[in-house]
């Protein structure tokens, strides 16, 4: 049953002909570690011929050497948007040797940290910059953490699909929009947690010398046998510390605001490592809470896109919300490229509810709510009979789920008149009779297997799909990859500033 409020504001959105009207650019940023055919991490460099990590668009790498980054363009389909995925996996793939994908959230196992190259960009200013910022996560929080891989899905409404809402819409009134669509998103992750959650389980090397909770699966693995996503738990891509800030996403001035109190408030801890190594060359960027504002570990973020070298904080003050970036989504081990169309439609269809629900500011007390949700749907998000709290009562999740499916049904149906197919998908996705994180456990319980050997086996199969490739439409791809290698070279010639002092003129910009 949907409430009064939603079905109201859902019919003045279809009267109005929002969906008729909309346009909705999406895109994706999928990370994956490269292993060997026997499992472990890849100690090669990023290969070559697909570009300069720094100055390519299409792939990147993000903490370590070996976890590359497929980074989309925007698309106005799914469709389109699936099959240059796939297009971005089938060139990766053809530059691999004896290499593939762990096709997993959660890591490989580890023998020690050591393993862990960090990402290298080469000599430039900005490239150099990127490399201290990782040896300050390594300092923070240790290599491991960081090899946890997801999926970002960046997702916006044109600025004339606000039209048929505001006649003239400024980009405050779009800051707003925005700001309400995060906060109902924040209150209802724990869908997106028992949906796209496929991590329930972990090599024991993961937790190398960590405290934790998690219970013992076999020998070398841990789990929580009602888990979702321990990637999204207090042992994953998390940090305790960035909860003193307590963003609320009431107003974009207060949490750009926040993001330049986490960069300028000094913790001891990480002034005690110190700005700087033995040798006096920069190791991490601040000693604030946080060292930059993507250092931010939230489920969805504001963002704005602009030259390189820009601080996003001053981005977002000046040019305001330009795009919004789900980021709490596991990659899905089942398919080759971690998600396919019918997920991606139902993503579109939980952000569009998002804008269309009512939104009230969010309080000290709801961010507490939200948080203790958050933990108990990572956790045992799967156990019968599991409770959350809304408005600050216990409702259970059956009860819970049933509501919110109603609304989404809904919103998927109305989706259909700006492109068919979102309702087939919201079904397809919603009727599946066992959630990713439950078939996870449940094959690995069927064939004995212990993680590591369940992970290298299923990402071996999933290598199998880019074996034969056909690479007669990789031309823009290697033009791209050979272009950024040029732009690297004039980077690092016109490069000529210690890094010392360009850390200090890049924190003079905040």
């Known amino acids: 049953m949907t409430s009064d409020s939603f079905s109201s504001s859902l019919r003045a959105y279809r009267e109005r002909g929002f969906f008729k009207e909309i346009k909705i650019l999406r895109g994706i940023e999928r990370e994956s570690l490269r292993v060997?055919?026997?499992?472990?991490?890849?100690?090669k460099n990023h290969p070559k011929n697909l570009g300069s990590p720094l100055t390519n668009s299409d792939i990147t790498t993000d903490f370590a050497e070996a976890l590359v980054e497929l980074v989309t363009p925007t698309f106005e389909s799914p469709e389109e948007l699936f099959d240059h995925l796939n297009l971005l996996h089938r060139f990766l793939y053809s530059e691999l040797v004896d290499e593939m994908l762990w096709n997993f959230s959660m890591p490989c196992a580890f023998t020690n940290e050591k393993e862990i190259?960090?990402?290298e960009y080469g000599n430039s200013n900005s490239g150099m910059l990127k490399h201290v910022y990782r040896k300050g996560l390594r300092l923070r929080y240790g290599s491991i953490m960081q090899c946890v891989s997801g999926i970002h899905y960046n997702f916006s409404f044109t600025k004339n699909s606000w039209k048929t809402l505001?006649?003239?819409?400024?980009?405050?009134?779009?800051?707003e929009k925005y700001l309400g669509m995060i906060r109902n998103i924040k209150r209802n992750f724990w869908f997106i947690l028992e949906q796209f959650g496929a991590s329930p389980i972990t090599h024991k090397s993961y937790l190398?010398?960590?405290?934790?909770?998690?219970?013992?699966y076999n020998a070398n693995d841990l789990f929580l046998p009602y888990a979702t996503s321990l990637r999204?738990?207090?042992v994953g891509y998390q940090s305790n510390i960035q909860d003193s800030l307590k963003i609320s996403y009431n107003n974009l001035d207060e949490f750009i605001n926040a993001l330049v109190k986490g960069i300028k408030t000094p913790v001891k801890k990480f002034n005690d490592i110190g700005m700087f190594d033995d040798a006096g060359i920069a190791q991490q960027i601040s000693t604030g809470i946080l060292q930059i504002e993507n250092e931010l570990y939230d489920i969805v973020r504001p963002k704005r896109s602009g030259p390189s070298g820009s601080r996003p904080a001053s981005l977002l003050k000046t040019g305001g919300i330009e795009y919004l970036e789900l980021r709490g989504i596991d990659v899905n081990p089942f398919i080759p490229e971690g998600i396919d169309v019918s997920k991606i439609k139902l993503l579109d269809i939980y952000i569009t509810h998002s804008l269309i629900s009512e939104s009230p500011l969010i309080s000290d007390k709801e961010i507490e709510e939200i948080k203790a949700n958050q933990k108990i749907m990572v956790s045992k998000g799967r156990l019968k009979n599991v409770m959350l709290s809304k408005n600050g009562d216990l409702i259970s999740l059956a009860e819970l789920r049933k509501n919110f499916l109603a609304e989404l049904e809904q919103t998927a149906e109305a989706l259909d008149e700006y492109s068919e197919g979102y309702l087939k998908a919201f079904h397809l996705e919603i009727n599946k009779n066992m959630l990713q994180s439950e078939k996870i456990l449940a094959e690995m319980d069927v064939k004995g297997f212990e993680f590591q050997e369940y992970a290298l086996n299923q990402s071996k199969k999933i290598a199998e799909n880019f074996d034969s490739s056909d690479i007669s439409d990789f031309y823009a791809l290697t033009n791209s990859a050979q272009a950024s290698i040029e732009n690297l070279r004039n980077l690092e010639e016109s490069s000529s500033m210690d890094i010392n002092k360009y850390v200090e003129l890049y924190n003079s910009k905040i």
């Open 208 to 216: 190398f010398e960590r405290e934790h909770s998690l219970e013992k």
């Open 36 to 43: 060997d055919k026997s499992g472990k991490i890849s100690q």
């Open 117 to 119: 190259r960090i990402a």
């Open 166 to 175: 505001d006649n003239n819409p400024s980009q405050s009134y779009v800051n």
């Open 232 to 234: 999204m738990s207090d």
